[in-house]
Nanobody, 121 residues
Framework: QLQLVESGGGLVQAGGSLRLSCVAS????????MAWFRQAPGKEREFVAA????????DYADSVKARFTISKDNAKYTTYLQMNSLKFEDTAIYFC??????????????WGQGTQVTVSS
């Protein structure tokens, strides 16, 4: 069983930056594709970004392209989401997700508990 723990959320002003981290444990990490999803109050969970198992392929939601960057450090069992030029509408709980083998970029079966990101306008 793969466990995922997110950190790095918080309160930031619009235009600011945050970096989220997701640390994996319980399994060898290298073969897992990773992703970030988010859920705002009253809305469905939505895809944000994904990185293939090697990190060589990435995918982004249109709403975050050119502002967010996903990266994967297999040696540290950690996935990052660098978020720049944050907007009020980026406010949400951000979830880390993982899948082994198939699933990239949108279908995942391991999930973290989430970290809150709040952007003040």
């Amino acid at each position: 069983q793969l466990q995922l723990v997110e950190s790095g959320g918080g309160l930031v002003q619009a235009g600011g930056s945050l970096r989220l981290s997701c640390v994996a444990s319980g399994r060898t990490f290298g073969g897992y594709s990773m992703a970030w999803f988010r859920q705002a109050p009253g809305k469905e969970r939505e895809f944000v970004a994904a990185a293939s198992w090697s990190g060589g392929s990435t995918d982004y939601a249109d709403s975050v392209k050119a502002r967010f960057t996903i990266s994967k450090d297999n040696a540290k069992y950690t996935t990052y989401l660098q978020m720049n030029s944050l907007k009020f509408e980026d406010t949400a709980i951000y979830f880390c997700a993982a899948t082994y083998g198939v699933g990239y970029p949108y279908d995942y079966n391991y999930w973290g508990q989430g970290t809150q990101v709040t952007v003040s306008s």
